[in-house]
């Protein structure tokens, strides 16, 4: 084997050719190019960039998560709510996410990423209007489901669009940005919280919950500037298009090429593919009436680990945070959202180190070091719950034993199931499939959050806050097994390679004997 002068591709020699198969040289290849990526300077600016401004859609869920923690509490004294009447105002907008996440999938296969992205952000700039101007608990909730919808959207595209955009040496950290800015945007909306409690009851939730109108606007129109993902120009012919998207994106012309023609000879397997007038037919058939062995392990790794994000209770325990440390001892709204502050802050740190490492280190040991904390989290929180609710007093030590597992169990979930359930999820599926594939794993999330942030609190009433974290702690080493068992790791891996991943490996081998 030689290099070639300039370093970008590895020239191999004939004879050696015929003595490795057609997966492992086309391995060579792009590890070759992805060294050569390393030595012309790391990250390509313009796809951080274009990342950058379509993760931050996923900020307008993280506000509302980290708002409504707080302005639920002056929204129940308002209204005069129930528990279970909060607890539908909270979880409404997870379980109506599910149709935006359903109706992603073929939107985005039928306008594009980009417009889906714009779409997202303006249906939840709807949202945000109706429940910040809400005469009444019906038109509130009428504005929960309408951002929910939005939020669908949001979760289901952003990430797609940068896994689609991003070369493989940084789609990990790329790919983590949507869950960064969610994390940044409970941080935010902590924060607003705070800084409005002391705000007139009757005003504060309203602005705390109608602000992200502007933010909602204004990435509505920054959007418009980016670049629509390659990959969909290819599914939909645009080669020429795809081609000068590629080139900003890649580090070098070869490269560009060599993604090029990866992505358009996987493509060309699929059904339709190619063609202005493909708007995804078929997918859905494909995923879920009659799917190969390996698309079904795909869809199973994929429903499995957005399963397990959401069954491990993380949007519960931020939601109801404030009445968790209310039992706890802690009485004053203030104090109540000043340990959310303190809370979100731990999240956010996390969430960084976590994206910054994720290209390095690999998904697997990331979420399995996130779960098993996750475990040790809940059940020390569990621990500390029991015993507030067992004693007469309320002595320091069990309540910040309550804060520091609280804050230790989000920061875990920051590190392992946070950003990688999206990157993981972005790009296990083919091509043809990833919009659509992505939208079925992304709705059973949505569905899972919703059922888990509707019940939280009827379940604690009956078996105690403590009982349910021991519970969700069952839950989370669950899944720490089932990743540790199923998903394999895809750090460095094309888009296109990775489906290889998931297939038998006789049949895997028969298939380079019979193509060499």
Known sequence: MRDTKNNSVLEVEDTEMTEIGVGEREEIVVQSLSGSAGRRGGMNKYVLGASLLASTNSLLLGYDIGVMSGAVLFIKDYFKLTDVEVEILVGSLNVCSIIGSILSGKTSDWIGRRYTIV????????????MGLAPSYPFLLAGRVVAGIGVGYSLMVSPVYTAELSPAATRGFLSSLPEVFITVGILVGYISNYAL??????????????????????????????????????????????????????????????????????????????????????????L????????????????????????????????????????????????????TVIMGIAKSSFVLISAAFLDRFGRRPLLLLGTIGMTISLAGLGVGSKYLASATTKPIWAIALCVVAVCADVSFFSIGLGPVTWVYSSEIF??????????????????????????????????????????????????????????PETKGKNLEDIGALFEDKITTASREISER
């Open 288 to 339: 879920l009436c009659r799917p190969s062995r390996p698309i079904r392990r795909i869809l199973i790794a994929a429903v499995g680990i957005n399963f397990f994000m959401q069954a491990s209770g993380n949007d519960a325990v931020i939601y109801y945070t404030p009445q968790v440390f209310k039992a706890a001892g802690i009485k004053k709204k203030k104090q109540l959202v000043g340990v």
């Open 430 to 487: 083919p091509n043809r499939l990833r919009a659509q594939g992505t939208s079925i794993a992304v709705s059973v999330n949505r569905l899972v959050s919703g059922a888990v942030s509707m019940s939280f609190l009827s379940i604690s009433e009956r078996i105690s806050f403590a009982g349910t974290f021991f519970i969700l702690s069952g839950i989370t080493a669950l899944g720490s097994l089932f990743f540790y068992l199923y998903l």
């Open 197 to 286: 409690s002391g705000v007139q009851p009757k005003i504060n939730w309203r602005i705390m919950l109608g602000i992200a109108v502007f933010p909602a606007f204004a990435i509505g129109v920054g959007v418009l500037t980016m670049p629509e993902s390659p990959r969909w120009l290819v599914m939909k012919g645009r080669i020429d298009e795809a081609r000068r998207v590629l080139r900003k994106t890649s580090n070098g012309e070869e490269e560009a090429e060599f993604r090029l023609q990866e992505i358009s000879k996987d493509i060309s397997g699929g059904s339709g593919s190619g063609s202005s007038n493909w708007k995804g037919q078929g997918a859905w058939r494909e």
């Open 119 to 130: 779409l997202a952000a303006l249906t939840f700039l709807i949202g945000a209007l109706l």
